[in-house]
Structure formats: C-alpha cells, structure tokens
C-alpha cells in the first residue's frame, strides 16, 4: 500500500460514531460523513477492506447471497460476526457455526443508523478506547470499552447502555463485549443485515430463529 493513502485508522479519528453517555449539547464538532466518501471515491479504496455501506457493490450481495446461511441465524457461512438489525442481535460465528450468541445489542438510533453491509472486516481494536465525539457527564471522553472497529466513521462493536440507541455502533453488554473483541482479529469478516430482507433476498430461505 502506498503510504500516502488514508488508512482506517485517519478515518476513525476523523469521525467517531458513537455516545455511550453523550448528548446533543456535549457532542463534539465533527466533519461530515461525505468527507469519508469523497477520500473513498478519490482514493479507489475501501475502509476496513470493504465498500461504504449505503453504496455497497451488488455483487457483493449477491456473492453473499450465494453462500449458505450459517444456521441459526441470517448470515454468510464466511461471516465470523453477524448483525442482525431486526431483532437487534449478534452472533459470533467460526467454519459457519455459532459459537456465542445470539445476545442482545443497541444499533444506531434515527439518523444515525447502523450501516448495513455483507463484506465489513475488523481492522482496529482498543480495549480501552473512549469517544472522540462525545463526553459523559464528566466532561470526559465517553468511554467505548472493549471496542472492535469493523466500517468506515468507526463503526464498532463495544461495551454500553444499551437503553439507549447508539450514534452508529453495535453496543454490547460489557461482558459480551469483552467476548467479542477476545473472539475476533483484524480480518474477519462482519455481515450487519435485516434478516426479512436476507430471506427476501434468498427467495424466502432461512432465517435467524
């Protein structure tokens, strides 16, 4: 790679999508999510191996699409982690087999929805890792422990409230957080889908039970 390219890393200090305890009035500035798109679309490369989720290569899909459904829930046999916005679920996955899950997860709330996306790939993880967004009550960065970082903004899996909506990520119970992140490496695959459009999508196949 050449080093003059932007790495997820520059974009994920760029645009950190998440609250765990913030709100609209200890939000910090930020750039536009188009800044992301436009660096994408002049450097001809993908964030974390992969398209941005809104403008997700159809045969991308459809490659998904063609390959079997890892039982149990609505993913790819290849997905090592599968997100499931319908039923607000996650699952962890190895050679298509459920090893953990399903647990329950917090997606983005209105305006700030998960991104969907069949090809996202792990390519950070701090386990200690706080916001570059938004602050707590404290007045501190909020913290994102346990943070697995998998689509372009720094859309992640990690540990948080999840009574409330996240500004992008996939919240986890802290435990299960610390699961996933132990579970997963940097190159894994992670499906983020709508189970009643993956079984519209596979002509009325399984889904996740």
Same mark, same amino acid.
């Given at each position: 790679?050449?080093?003059?390219?932007?790495?997820?890393?520059?974009?994920?200090?760029? +645009? =950190?999508?998440?609250?765990?305890?913030?709100?609209?009035?200890?939000?910090?500035?930020?750039?536009?999510?188009?800044?992301?798109?436009?660096?994408?679309? %002049?450097? @001809?490369?993908?964030?974390? @191996?992969?398209?941005? !989720?809104?403008? =997700?290569?159809?045969?991308?899909?459809?490659?998904?699409?063609?390959? %079997?459904?890892?039982?149990?829930?609505?993913?790819?046999?290849?997905?090592? !982690?599968?997100?499931?916005?319908?039923?607000?679920?996650?699952?962890?996955?190895?050679?298509? #087999?459920?090893?953990?899950?399903?647990?329950?997860?917090?997606?983005?709330?209105?305006?700030? =929805?998960?991104?969907?996306?069949?090809?996202?790939?792990?390519?950070?993880?701090? #386990?200690? +890792?706080?916001?570059?967004?938004?602050?707590?009550?404290?007045?501190?960065?909020?913290?994102?422990?346990?943070?697995?970082?998998?689509?372009?903004?720094?859309?992640?899996?990690?540990?948080?409230?999840?009574?409330?909506?996240?500004?992008?990520?996939? #919240?986890?119970?802290? @435990?299960?957080?610390?699961?996933?992140?132990?579970?997963?490496? =940097?190159?894994? #695959?992670?499906?983020?889908?709508?189970?009643?459009?993956?079984?519209? !999508?596979?002509?009325?196949?399984?889904?996740?039970?």
């Amino acid at each position: 790679m050449m080093p003059s390219l932007v790495t997820p890393s520059a974009v994920t200090a760029t +645009h =950190e999508q998440e609250h765990q305890m913030g709100n609209p009035t200890t939000r910090r500035p930020r750039r536009k999510r188009i800044v992301v798109a436009a660096i994408v679309a %002049a450097t @001809g490369i993908g964030l974390g @191996g992969t398209a941005l !989720a809104d403008v =997700e290569q159809g045969d991308i899909a459809t490659q998904a699409h063609a390959e %079997a459904v890892a039982p149990g829930t609505p993913c790819a046999v290849s997905a090592r !982690a599968c997100v499931d916005l319908d039923t607000q679920r996650a699952w962890l996955l190895r050679d298509g #087999k459920v090893t953990r899950g399903p647990v329950p997860i917090a997606s983005g709330g209105a305006g700030q =929805e998960t991104p969907l996306g069949h090809s996202f790939r792990v390519y950070r993880k701090n #386990k200690d +890792h706080v916001s570059g967004e938004f602050t707590g009550p404290d007045g501190n960065p909020a913290p994102m422990p346990w943070s697995v970082f998998f689509a372009d903004g720094g859309v992640a899996f990690h540990g948080g409230d999840r009574a409330r909506a996240s500004a992008g990520c996939v #919240k986890l119970d802290t @435990g299960e957080a610390e699961a996933f992140f132990n579970d997963l490496v =940097e190159g894994d #695959k992670v499906q983020v889908v709508r189970a009643s459009d993956e079984q519209t !999508a596979r002509g009325g196949g399984a889904a996740a039970s």
